[in-house]
């Protein structure tokens, strides 16, 4: 069976998946059993994440200042077969990592799970860096060339030519999954947050009864005003101007994108704690206490104790595979276009991606929103600490502006235009560099005839999610990527010989002599 024929299949399956049972089916990969265990998404994520970390001795530890090295451009060979530097591959996959997942989803998982969700992020961060070592070397060893010079690499490529073709059909899933991830996580998210964003800052100035921003009801549950609009199409405009160019073009633009908006956000999120360092500890303290042992007056004693500490684990997990994409696989086809014929060479740099990514970033935000009391104003605060608050609660990107606003607010009143900014710059790029493992799926599955049907739905999504609402598009972003997910996590276990063998014969050779 040819790719596009399975590709149609897949297709139809999901679709009548979708229409036969909702959006719970896909769902199902990140709720509670009615047995109470643990989510299977937390379970294979990371059990694989411990498994490949035990297997190849903690690279992530012992391999983590190579790829420093690697990354500052000391073993580049402009003639290697590739079509980005080490660097710029980087860039590229971190312009898709870091994004809104830093800023509205770290606030997220806060509202819902509590400061603990924090401590589950970066134990997602910290096996999660051996997994985008293991799929982005396996990226870079099972890429193909083609007539053009330009690469093709990924997850299912890594599938079908590693484990053969009697295994295409796991390929074929996780290609159909990364398109439909490409149009919520990688793109109507992103234009959701920076619409919702700015829609509050015209709201400040304008009142919600202007014309602009009074919303009207189109169908129940669902309102829209004319300034989401043109959000949609502003950002539907942007994104359209520059993912025509390809992936050279995507490389040189998150190039520039990725430090400026991280300077901006990173130097911000650190005036904020220095400002607070009298409450940096008990914010620490915050963290590890409810990560295992959180409020459960509501819940009561015994299996909702449980219960809750899983719901923690769940959001922390769950938004830190959404903020790195460690054990997703999108970024390997991102790393797979490196100019390199080392393959753990690259699977080094990958290795950086979470540590920026989740350690970093994450945190800073985290203890931002922490530090300064805004945490306050979330679900979780409300019903599990004191029922008495009476602040408005403020989830996502909000959550975070209020926070920087306050944090902020001993060098200027302005913090949470920050925010604005940064989320502007953030869902861009990620934007930007999401369309590209989008092509890289639509061609595997489609061919190359396909690419530009496909830029063009990417673009329309972008729209849609610049006047969506909230639930539905994280609810549509988060099944789409649990269930992209786990072809990729299959793969680097039944491969996870070879990639012992790989890297154990790379870093037999002394590098600092070559």
């Known amino acids: 069976m040819?790719?596009?024929t399975a590709g149609l299949i897949a297709f139809g399956i999901i679709v009548f998946v979708l229409y036969a049972f909702g959006i719970e089916f896909y769902n199902a990969?990140?709720?509670?059993?009615?047995n109470r265990a643990i989510p299977l998404m937390i379970l294979a994520l990371v059990g694989t994440g411990v498994f490949t970390s035990i297997k190849l001795g903690f690279p992530q530890i012992r391999y983590f200042w190579h790829g420093v090295q690697v990354t500052r451009g000391i073993y580049d060979n402009p003639e290697d077969e590739g079509d980005l530097n080490h660097f710029r591959a980087l860039s590229t996959a971190l312009s898709a990592t870091v994004g809104i997942g830093n800023i509205a989803g770290v606030a997220t998982a806060l509202y819902y799970?509590?400061?603990?969700a924090l401590f589950w992020m970066w134990v997602t961060a910290f096996f999660g860096t051996t997994l985008k070592f293991a799929e982005s070397t396996l990226a870079l060893k099972y890429r193909t060339v083609d007539e053009?010079?330009?690469?093709?690499g990924g997850p299912m490529y890594t599938i079908e030519r590693g484990l053969g073709k009697n295994w295409r059909w796991l390929a074929v899933t996780f290609a159909a999954f990364a398109i439909i991830c490409s149009f919520a996580t990688g793109n109507a998210i992103q234009s959701f947050t920076v619409s919702d964003q700015i829609y509050s800052e015209f709201a400040q100035v304008l009142g919600t009864q202007h014309f602009l921003t009074l919303k009207h009801q189109i169908w129940s549950g669902f309102n829209l005003s004319i300034e989401q609009v043109f959000n949609g199409l502003a950002m539907a405009g942007i994104v359209a101007l520059v993912i025509i160019g390809g992936i050279r073009r995507i490389g040189k633009v998150t190039g520039y994108l990725a430090p400026i908006m991280g300077i901006i956000y990173v130097i911000s999120a650190f005036l904020i704690l220095v400002?607070?360092?009298s409450t940096l500890g008990e914010s620490f303290k915050l963290i590890f206490t409810m990560a295992f042992n959180p409020p459960a007056q509501i819940a009561g004693v015994g299996g909702g104790t449980f219960l809750v500490i899983m719901n923690t684990m769940l959001w922390g997990v769950k938004r830190g595979l959404y903020s790195n994409e460690a054990g997703q696989g999108s970024a390997a086809i991102a790393h797979s276009t490196a100019k390199t014929k080392y393959p753990v060479r690259e699977g080094s740099v990958a290795m950086l991606g979470p540590f920026i990514d989740t350690i970093v970033i994450c945190?800073?935000?985290?203890?931002?929103?922490?530090?300064?009391?805004?945490w306050h104003h979330t679900e979780f605060y409300v019903n599990r600490i004191d029922?008495?608050?009476a602040g408005d609660l403020l989830n996502s990107s909000l959550l975070t502006s209020f926070a920087f606003k306050e944090g902020l607010s001993w060098i200027f009143g302005y913090g949470d235009k920050i925010i604005t900014l940064s989320v502007l710059l953030f869902a861009i790029s990620t934007a930007i560099s999401w369309s590209f493992y989008g092509d890289r799926a639509t061609d595997y599955l489609f061919g190359e005839r396909a690419i530009l049907p496909y830029k063009w739905i990417y673009v329309a999504f972008v729209f849609i999610g610049g006047i969506a609402s909230l639930e539905p598009v994280w609810a549509f972003g988060d099944?789409?990527?649990?269930?992209?997910?786990?072809?990729?996590l299959i793969s680097l276990i039944l491969l996870s010989g070879v990639l012992k063998k790989m890297t154990k014969e790379y870093f037999a050779k002394d590098w600092k002599k070559t």
């Open 2 to 4: 040819s790719r596009k």
């Open 29 to 34: 990969v990140w709720t509670f059993p009615a």
């Open 113 to 116: 799970g509590g400061p603990g």
């Open 148 to 152: 053009q010079g330009f690469t093709h």
């Open 275 to 277: 400002a607070h360092l």
């Open 363 to 374: 945190t800073l935000t985290g203890l931002s929103i922490l530090v300064t009391g805004a």
């Open 387 to 389: 029922p008495s608050f």
């Open 479 to 488: 099944a789409a990527l649990g269930f992209m997910t786990f072809p990729n």
